[in-house]
C-alpha cells in the first residue's frame, strides 16, 4: 500500500497495432501487492489485446510490461491467467486434480507437496470434494472456479482475469466476485480483472482503469475508496457506490472518440 | 518443398547410398518411355475399365440396397451388426476362391473391387437416409405431400452429401482393391506390369509403373472430392462464412 | 423394441439365418467350389483350434502387431512434429496425400526387390501402407487444436514435454485413433497380400497353399478365419478406443 513500494505489475506506455490498425495507445498503470485493480471498457476496446500483453502472451510494439520492476518478455511465473472461455481452458481428458496439478509439473515437488497444493488451492476455491471429478461432469460456476484454484496452486503473485465471469448466470457471477474478493483478503495477491461491466468494476475494484477511444487509451484512473469488505447488498445500495458507477459510466459514454470509432 | 525432396533423392541414389534405388531421373525417363512406346496404354486400358465398372457397379447396388435400410428401422437394426462384420473383411481375402471361379481376368478384379467398395456407398446411403430431419418430414406429412414427392424433395436431397462421400470412398477403393488384386492375382493392368518390370529386373519401369498407379489414386480422390464438395455445398456444417 | 433382450437379439437374427441358409443350400450342393459348410466347420475344428495357431496365425498377428505398432509409434511422432509446425506440414502435403492414395500392395514388388521375403518386409510392407492414415489424422488433429489450450499452456508455462504428451496428444487423440482405425483395415490387408506373394508361413500362404492344392473346404476355413480375425482385431481396438476416450464421448453430451 506503500506509494513508494515497487508496484507488483505496471505497464508503461503500451501501444499495439494490427498492421495498419492501432488498438492500444500509450496505456499506462500500475497495481500494487494486494490490489485489486479493475479495467474497464465497452466491447471492442482492446482488452484482450492489452490483457495478452499483460501475462506476456503477446508482444507489445511499444512500450513495457514490468513485473517487481523487472521488464518481462516470456509468461513469468509470478503471473497466472484465468480466462474467459472455462470450458476450453480445462482439459476435458484430466480429472480436476490432475489439471490443477499440471503446472506444478515443471517444478520439483515431492508427491505429498503436490497433493498438498492441489488441495489446499481447491480448499480455497470452495471445492474440496471436487479432485476426483472431470470437468464436464461440473457446472460451469464450477468449472471456472477450477480454472482460478489451477492458478492459485501456482502461487503467483498476480491474476490477471479476463472477463473471467461472462459466461455464468447472475447468482453464480455474485457469489465468483465474492470469492475473488475473500482470496485477495486471505491470500494476499494482486489482482487485475478485465471487464465490460462497470458495476462489477466498481464493486470489486480498489482502482479501475477506465480504457476508451479507439485506440483505446487510459482515459481515467479512479480510486474506489469503498473499503476492503464489501457486501453484494449493502455495498452496492451505498450512495458513493452509486455516484462512482454513475462517474465512470459517464466517463465511457462521453469518450468523444468513442463515439467516431 | 516436393522439389527438395527428389533433389535429395537424386542426390542420394547417384552416389549409390539407396542400393538399388535407381534416380528419380531414370525413373522419369522410364515414365517417358513407356508412353513413347505406347506400352502404357492397354494395361492403364485394363485398370481403368476395371475400376469404372466396379465402381458403377458398387455405387449403384449400395444405393438399391442401402435406401430400404436406411428408411426402414426395422430393416436397419436387423441388418446392421451384419453389415458392421462384413465390412471388416477385406475383399482380397476373397482372391484365392475367386480366381478358382472366375481366373485372372478382368471379371475377378471387377468383383473384387465391388465387394471392397460396395460397403462404403451402403453405409452412407443409410446415414443419408436417417438423417432426415424428422421435424421437415412432419411439415410433409402435414402437408400431406405424395409419397414420390416425400422422396423427391427431401430423401434424396438430405442423402444426397452422404452418398457423394459414399461415392468418393468407393471411387478411391476401386482403385486400390483393382491394382491391388492385379498385382497379387496377377490380372493384368497397371498391377502386373509392376510385378513384370520386377522379375524383368527393369527397375526404373517398375517405379514408373508404382507412379502412374499412386497417380491414379490421388487422382481419383481429388476429382470425386470435387463432385462431393459440391454436394455438400447447400450442408450447414460445409458452408463457407461469408465475410 | 429397445429393451436389452430386442437389443441383442434382433441384430442376431440376419446373420444366423444367413448362416442356416449357407448351410442348407451348401449341405446338397455339388459345386466343389462351395463345400458343404459342414465340411468347413469340421476342417475349422481340425485346423484353427488350435493345431495350426502357432505355424500361421502367430506369426500372421505378429506382422500386423508389429507393423501397426511401429506407424502408431511414427505416425503420431512425426504427426506432432509436423502438426505443432504447420509451414512444414503445408510443404510436405502433396507428398503425403500421394504416399496415402499409392494403393500400398503395389509397393510389394518393390518391397520384396530391396529386402526379400522375409518377416521384415512384411512388417516393411505393413508399415508403409498403415503409417499414413494416423500420420495424416495425428497432423489434422494436432492442427486443430484450441488456441485457448495454447494461451493456457503458455501463460502456466507448461514444460513441452507436459505439453505435448498431456495436452497436444490427447487433444488429437479422437482423431488419433480414427487414424489407427483406418490403419488396421490397412494393415490386415497388406498381411494378407504380402503373404500371397512371398511367405512359407502364415494365413496368407495356408489359403493359397490349400487353393493350389484344391482343398476347398481348408480355403475356406483359412478364409474364414482371416475375417474373424479381422473382425476381433477391429472389436479389440474399439474397446480401447471407447475406454480411452470415455472424456471425449461424455463432454459432448
Known sequence: MQATKTPVLEAVNISKSYGEKQVLADVSFSAGEGEFVCIVGPSGTGKTTLLRTLSA??????????????????????????????SRSLMPWMRVGKNIELPLRRYKLSPAERTTRVTEALRDVGLEHAKDLYPWEMSGGMQQRVAIARSLAYRPQVLIMDEPFASVDAQTRADLE????????????????????????????????VLSGRPASVSATVDVPLGRTRDQISTKSRPDYLELRAKIHAMIMQSPSSVSG | MVAVLLVIWQITASVGQLGAVPTPVEVARALLAIFASGAVWEPLGTTLAGWAISLVLAVVVGIVVGFPLGTSRLAYRLSVFTLDFLRTIPALVLVPLVVLLYGSGLESTILLAFLGAVWAVIMQTIYGARDVDPTALQTFMSFRVRRWDTVKFLLVPTALPYIATGVRLAAAICVLVTISAQVVIPAGGLGEQILTAQLGGAVPSMYAYIFLCGALGVGANAAFGKLEGRALAWHPSHRKVSA | MSSPFARLIVPALLPIVLILAWWYTSEGGSSIFFPPLSQIQERFQELWLFALVPEHVVPSLQSILWGLWISIVLGVGLG?????????????????????????????????????????????????????????????????????????????????????????????????????????????????????????????????????????PEMWSGMILLGIIGYALNVVLMAIEYFALAWHRKARI
Open chain 1, 57 to 86: 502472451l503477446g508482444t507489445a510494439n511499444s512500450g513495457e510490461v514490468r513485473v517487481n520492476g523487472m521488464a518481462i518478455t516470456r509468461p513469468p511465473a509470478e503471473v497466472s491467467v484465468v480466462f474467459q472461455d472455462y
Open chain 1, 178 to 209: 465474492d470469492l475473488m474478493l475473500d482470496i485477495r483478503a486471505r491470500l494476499g495477491v494482486t489482482i487485475v480483472l478485465v471487464t465490460h461491466d462497470i458495476e462489477e468494476a466498481v464493486y470489486l475494484g480498489d482502482k479501475v482503469i
Open chain 3, 80 to 216: 506432432v512434429l509436423l502438426g505443432l509446425n504447420g509451414y512444414v506440414a503445408t510443404a510436405v502435403n502433396p507428398v503425403l496425400q500421394f504416399l496415402r492414395y499409392l494403393p500400398a500392395v503395389a509397393l510389394l514388388p518393390l518391397a520384396i526387390q530391396l529386402i526379400g521375403i522375409g518377416q521384415e518386409m512384411r512388417v516393411t510392407i505393413i508399415v508403409l501402407g498403415a503409417l499414413w492414415p494416423i500420420l495424416l489424422n495425428t497432423i489434422d488433429g494436432v492442427r486443430g487444436i484450441s488456441p485457448g489450450l495454447i494461451d493456457v499452456a503458455r501463460s502456466n508455462r507448461l514444460r513441452n514435454f507436459d505439453w505435448i504428451f498431456r495436452v497436444v496428444i490427447p487433444s488429437a487423440s479422437p482423431q488419433i485413433f480414427a487414424g489407427i482405425r483406418a490403419s488396421l483395415a490397412v494393415s490386415v490387408i497388406l498381411m494378407f497380400a504380402s503373404e500371397l506373394l512371398g511367405a512359407s508361413r502364415g494365413i496368407g500362404y495356408f489359403i493359397l497353399e490349400a487353393q493350389r492344392q484344391f482343398s476347398l
